[in-house]
């Protein structure tokens, strides 16, 4: 579980921990170029869990329409403050509701980043990957990253792929897309929505 939800003071330190990191020039975002090598121009973007907003809020800089949502209002609420060109939602992916929030149209991709799986309870999982990827229109990409000793291993992912309606089409160990081997310890996931129009 997310600690920034029993600790707001976690989310706080979460949040300047990554301003200072930008503000010194780290590179914090490598996960959003990826997305952005995937992505049309000018693409519809869901950044499911998407916490202080570092990786929509490129994507937006960049050009796609973004989407953020996280459980937890301390983030959120950092995101639009920092990347106001996006649109920043509080709400649980486990019961997402889009078109509940007036974001009925689908989207042509979706990043589940920074372990976003790993800090679900085990059995929100599945459920949770599955609303994130029925957002995606067919054909469209769902990129997930874990890391292999959260728990939530790459067998675990693949488990719930075909009820979510998703099909792996690349994995790598790293977000710069260095090669996945059995021994790596993340998992670059790229994975494509099936159903009518596919490709």
């Known amino acids: 579980m997310w600690p920034g939800l029993a600790d707001p003071e976690h989310s706080r330190w979460y949040v300047e921990r990554f301003r200072v990191m930008g503000a010194r020039g780290d590179d914090v975002e490598g996960e959003s170029r990826l997305v ?46 920092d990347h106001p060109d996006a649109t920043w939602l509080v709400a649980d992916l486990a019961t997402l509701d889009l078109a509940a929030e007036g974001q009925e149209r689908p989207f042509d991709g979706a ?36 890391r292999v000793s959260r728990g939530f ?6 488990a719930a792929l075909p009820s979510a309606g998703l099909t792996l089409q690349h994995r790598f160990a790293t977000w710069d897309l260095r090669p996945w081997d059995e021994d790596a310890t993340f998992a670059v996931s790229v994975l494509r929505r099936t159903g009518p129009g596919s490709r």
């Not at 049309?40 to 994507?59: E, Q, V």
């Not at 609303?131 to 469209?140: I, L, M, T, Y």
């Not at 291993?153 to 693949?158: G, K, S, V």
Request: with cysteine.
């Open 36 to 81: 952005d090598v995937l992505a049309p121009r000018g693409a519809r973007l869901l950044d499911a869990g998407c916490g202080p907003g570092r990786h929509g809020g490129h994507l937006a800089r960049l050009g796609h329409e973004v989407v953020g949502v996280d459980i937890d209002p301390v983030l959120v609420s950092a995101a639009r403050e």
């Open 111 to 146: 990043l589940l980043a920074g372990n976003v799986l790993d800090f679900l309870p085990v059995e929100h999982r599945a459920a949770a990957l599955g609303r994130v990827a029925a957002a995606v229109r067919p054909g469209g990409f769902v990129l997930v990253g874990c």
């Open 153 to 158: 291993t790459p067998a675990d992912l693949d």
